[in-house]
């Protein structure tokens, strides 16, 4: 451990993207708690990333920033920004660590840091920081040589002697939670303990969705093996994917979109047979809980894979890989219609064999 940072007491963790990569985060955040013996961890996240905090237990506090240099619903008023630096500084930390994927900019999060006084900053940076960052890690990979964001999070922070020996992704069931998913399950008529086949159509990025009626015909097929109930997943604002994907499926395919809060929605994962979805946040989710994972994975980037958990990662290859965008480009989406709902089926069956070689198919 590099000597100014000993004898940090209070760590702010920046982390102002969404909720996903708050959680491809969580074993550097428990490297942090785990190597800076009493110190206090407070992460500052986006609204959508601040939701997983509860369940995240090597987190001490919480700060929700819409930041402006990310993708945010946030007002574009300075004085925001403005007043949030005073809030840090009214905080006194000895230190930050600002996560980013490698296509965002430390920059803006160093200076805010830098106005709250903070006196030690490390983050990733391609930029000269000069005194933005007092630990500057160098971004000079292209594409950070398809890196994991796992690795590069357990990479940045180990350079100031974090280190932890579980370096799966963490997210902590509640009882509570799994007993509420429990009631709402039975009153659709979903028996607990069957070992359901969850399918998620949902993405946030266009580029990353998986055609819905393809979804329709996985699920179908998954629900006519006999392995146990197939449940559509999303949230509220994908209650309509979600309904419209299962009234396709046919009989035995339930949806249950926006049914459920955040940590029933991981439980219904923690306790299910296997998950197919989109490249999205309940992927992570999965690889967290131990859950198999089929991945319908966009070449949108190449650093977001299932960490750490059995999985198919499924793809087109394309010439316009790895083009970072929301939209595709070409407006093709090459990289997921090239994948036949055969073959996505035929990964779920195998991985759902392999995690589960007691349960054959009906």
Not at 112 to 134: D, S
Not at 181 to 200: F, M, Q, S, Y
Not at 285 to 314: E, F, I, K, M
Request: contains cysteine; neutral net charge.
């Amino acid at each position: 451990m590099t000597a100014p940072w000993d004898g940090v007491r209070r760590i702010l963790a920046v982390r102002l993207d969404n909720l996903g990569d708050v959680l491809m985060s969580t074993p550097a955040l428990s490297a942090l708690k785990a190597s800076f013996p009493g110190a206090q961890l407070t992460l500052m996240a986006s609204p959508s990333g601040a939701a997983i905090t509860p369940f995240l237990p090597c987190i001490d506090d919480v700060i929700v920033y819409d930041a402006p240099w990310v993708k945010s619903n946030g007002t574009a008023e300075g004085s925001a920004d403005l007043a949030m630096a005073e809030r840090l500084r009214g905080m006194a930390f000895d230190a930050a660590v600002i996560f980013t994927v490698y296509s965002q900019s430390a920059l803006p999060a160093a200076m805010l840091c830098r106005f709250a006084g903070i006196p030690r900053v490390l983050a990733h940076c391609r930029e000269n920081p000069y005194r933005l960052l007092t630990d500057w890690v160098r971004d000079t990979a292209v594409e950070d040589n398809g890196r994991h964001e796992t690795q590069r999070q357990l990479d940045l922070v180990r350079t100031v002697g974090a280190t932890v020996a579980d370096e799966r992704l963490v997210f902590r069931v509640a009882p509570a939670d799994r007993t509420n998913l429990r009631t709402k399950l039975a009153a659709r008529g979903v028996a607990a303990g069957r070992g359901w086949t969850l399918v998620h159509p949902g993405a946030t990025a266009p580029s990353r969705r998986y055609p819905a009626d393809r979804f329709a015909t996985v699920a179908r097929t998954l629900s006519d093996d006999g392995r146990g109930p197939v449940l559509v997943t999303g949230g509220t604002d994908e209650a309509e994917l979600a309904g419209a994907v299962a009234a396709q499926a046919g009989r035995g395919v339930i949806s249950i979109a926006g049914t459920l809060t955040l940590g029933e929605f991981a439980a219904l994962i923690a306790d299910a047979a296997l998950l197919v979805s989109n490249n999205s946040g309940p992927v992570h989710l999965a690889a967290a809980l131990g859950t198999p994972v089929v991945d319908l994975y966009a070449l949108t980037n190449p650093q977001h894979t299932p960490w750490q958990v059995p999985s198919r990662v499924l793809f087109h290859d394309v010439p316009c890989k790895f083009c970072y965008r929301s939209e595709c480009p070409q407006g093709h989406h090459q990289c997921l219609r090239g994948v036949t709902p055969e073959t996505v089926i035929a990964a779920a069956k195998e991985l759902h064999t392999e995690a589960h070689p007691l349960e054959p198919a009906a």
